[in-house]
């Protein structure tokens, strides 16, 4: 039972009036993001970002609402039943595996692989310039390198949907460029439904077209990145983006 | 690579399963869990049907069986436990003490790994040891009997036990109370310099409040452990007048077949382990105590010459009386007839079938505590940061350590007289070793075991909640290379606890089913006390080198 669905223009993603809590935090999320663009995720510390992320990916369920993807409600689904990669900031390598496993396990869970799944693993990792490091273990790789591995597992699942959660963050300024115009260019190709959660709004301004500022859990503003940026954006985000350009 | 990409990029969404059951049953790794649990429950339950089934047959025999014989033997019980806490505890207290405020000297770090050498010693190994020392014929005797101007008797009976109890628990306790003097921060030692602190003030605004803090965990452990000692009992008790519950619930069933004491027996003897155990964990004592004991600290103090001849006595004589026993146990068994004792038919088959019996178990003991560490860990991620624990997580959890509260014995009778009424009891007797030594090993296995678990899930649980990963793939690809080497450590450490074990064994060995420690009693009973030693020699290397080895690898995962 598969809806059919060309990657190409990306899934529509939408969280609809979905609530979760923790102890005693409450979140509530009703937003939409553009399908096949990338949408930046950003805000305080504790003010969702993450659980937004953990909410569409499944590693939370949602206490009401839905997760629709394409339409359809994936709120109860397993992580591995959603159409959706996600990329965390860190531990995205099993430690014990090279880098080509890491990779495959993208395509198949119990490593069975296939010649042809062979050759799209090594269009992968050429596609992220990995190309002569399939046999390196995680712990043989720079912070980059380990980052790209999982958005070349990223390339082979091949989902419409793709979650980036603070992924560069602890990486330098340059070496955070070249990530950053890796994942646009990746993303223009595949045009996966990207969101993008950051601390910085240069990667913000770099990558993303469109902007979700959240704020004490719930949606504070959104709209074009470009809009977001100007000097007329809305007042919670330039509050946020002020305070931190003081810091 | 375009015709790839279009290929591949032909990507489906699947459709969401809208009757998804339940997260938890789909985890199989909960299912596992549950499994041990049941096996755990099986166990300890048909134990006690037994007990129940034959208690209401013979209900006055039972309620007849609390005689003043029982009384006495309760009390001898508190008895020995309490005056062999006081005697391992006390003494620790002050070698700890020496110990920690000389780090530097030559030969501490020999004299520590040798007091952890006891641990992993076999009673029965240990109790030959004592008598090979301090018995009627030992290496002490004409000494003893020269001071004495009378025959040495021997050390049979209560003294008998306090010295046995005392070799293995005063090096546990000296280990126990060095960990806690070394969490006394440099910065108190570097203040209490400045201030010129001499020994006496040091004790006391220093080391005792470390130790005071620690003192009811450790004086815990040590009498829960001498009240369920049962083969130190059995081979240094003597008679009537020191015989302990454990003891006698085994001399009900194999000697006078009284299955109403028996009961009775049991039933003491459960009540009396919950009650210390409730108390113990009202003190906050930790019933498995482990010391991991790194470099000492340097210390900033002067300390004067009286005070190093006394610590130095102090640490000399504990030396003596721990390596003593060890020294015995050695010696005797280098004079025994080795060659012709590995020649021996009986000694050959005894050795299979420990290691048989061993290895089963090491074996069952590490499913089932990968199992409850599993299914713990599994259930713990899927609650996620809202709700309390379920009873099922709980059971994982604390509940797998409590199997230790009902001692083997009391399994192995309940068992039976359960199946005495089926058929021969004897018939399933190695199913029986191999299922109690194996539950009674599973709380230590668990300490190898979650830490590394749950340390590689914290890392991988999402990943592999996304990537699908799961069951035997997740075991295969993920889980094994990481849980090889603890998962060894907890083998390694349950086979020595099951080659060395004389608990089930003493109720179910017979001719047909005899382990080595069994046999080893057996040369014992018939006064063959050569070859008795002789085997303890052999019993004891292996089951020291399985810790050694077990030390060795849990050593080599956490650097």
Known sequence: MTADMPARQGASLRLDKTTFSYGQTRLAFDAEFPAGEITAVMGPSGSGKSTLLNLVAGFEIPLSGHVLINGLDFSAASPSERPVSMVFQENNLFAHLDVFRNVGLGISPSLALTAADRMAIADALARTGLTGKEKRLPRELSGGERQRVALARALVRDRPVLLLDEPFASLGPALREDMLDLVAAVQAERKMTTLFVTHQPEDARRVAAHVVFLENGTVAATGRAHDFFSANGPAAFRRYAGAMNGE | ?559
């Open chain 2, 1 to 559: 690579m375009a015709d790839r990409d279009k290929q591949v990029g032909a990507a489906a969404i699947p459709l969401p399963h809208q009757a998804a059951p339940p997260a938890a049953l789909r985890d199989k790794r909960v299912a596992a869990g549950i499994a041990a649990l049941v096996f755990v429950a099986v166990l300890i339950g048909g134990a006690f049907l037994g007990l129940v089934i034959e208690s209401a047959g013979d209900f006055s025999g039972a309620l007849a069986a609390f005689d003043s014989y029982l009384f006495r033997v309760v009390r001898f019980t508190l008895w020995q436990a309490l005056l062999s806490t006081f005697l391992s505890v006390l003494p620790a207290l002050f070698v700890a003490r020496a110990l920690s405020r000389h780090p530097g000297f030559f030969g501490r770090s020999f004299i520590l790994q040798l007091f952890a050498v006891p641990l992993a010693l076999p009673a029965i190994v240990a109790a030959l040891g004592v008598l090979a020392l301090y018995g009627r014929a030992g290496y002490f005797a004409e000494m003893l009997t020269k001071i004495g101007g009378q025959d040495w008797p021997g050390i049979y009976g209560l003294s008998g036990i306090l010295v046995a109890h005392v070799f293995f628990n005063l090096p546990l306790c000296v280990r126990l109370f060095l960990e806690a003097l070394q969490t006394v921060p440099a910065d108190q030692w570097r203040l209490a310099s400045q201030l010129g602190m001499s020994a006496r003030p040091a004790f006391r605004f220093i080391e005792w409040p470390a130790l005071r803090q620690a003192l009811p965990g450790v004086a815990g452990l040590v009498f829960m452990l001498c009240i369920t000692s049962f083969t130190i009992v059995l081979i240094l008790g003597g008679g009537p007048r020191a015989t302990t519950l454990e003891v006698a619930i085994y001399q009900a069933l194999r000697f006078d077949f009284d299955p109403a004491r028996a009961v009775a027996l049991t039933l003491l003897q459960i009540l009396l382990t919950f009650a210390v155990v409730a108390l113990l964990s009202r003190l906050g004592a930790n019933t498995t105590a482990e010391a991991s004991l790194s470099v000492a600290p340097r210390r900033y103090l002067s300390i004067g010459n009286g005070e190093v001849a006394l610590n130095v006595l102090l640490i000399l004589l504990a030396l003596l009386f721990v390596a003593g026993p060890m020294v015995a146990t050695i010696a005797a068994g280098l004079q025994s007839e080795l060659a012709r004792l590995a020649g021996e038919r009986a000694v050959h088959l005894a050795t299979t079938t420990s290691a048989a019996l061993a290895f089963l178990s090491a074996l069952l003991a590490t499913a089932l505590s990968l199992s409850l560490t599993m299914a713990r860990r599994g259930l713990a991620t899927q609650r996620g940061r809202n709700g309390g624990r379920s009873l099922l997580e709980y059971a994982t959890d604390t509940g797998a350590g409590f199997v230790l509260v009902v001692p083997p014995i009391v399994i192995g009778a309940g068992w039976f007289l359960l199946l005495r009424h089926i058929g021969s009891a004897f018939a399933i007797a190695p199913v029986m070793v191999v299922a109690v030594n194996a539950i009674m090993a599973m709380p230590f296995a668990l300490r190898a075991v979650r830490p590394a678990y749950d340390a590689a899930s914290e890392r991988h649980e999402r990943l592999c909640a996304q990537l699908g990963i799961t069951g035997w793939a997740r075991l295969k690809l993920i889980d094994w290379p990481v849980l090889r080497r603890p998962l060894a450590t907890a083998f390694a450490f349950a086979m020595a606890l099951s080659l060395g074990d004389l608990g089930v064994i003493a109720l179910f060995g017979s001719d047909s089913l005899q382990t080595l420690p069994y046999l080893l009693l057996a040369r014992m009973g018939s006064y063959r006390t050569a070859d008795a030693a002789g085997l303890a020699l052999f019993l004891g290397l292996v089951c020291f080198a399985l810790i050694l080895l077990a030390d060795r690898l849990g050593k080599e995962r956490s650097s």
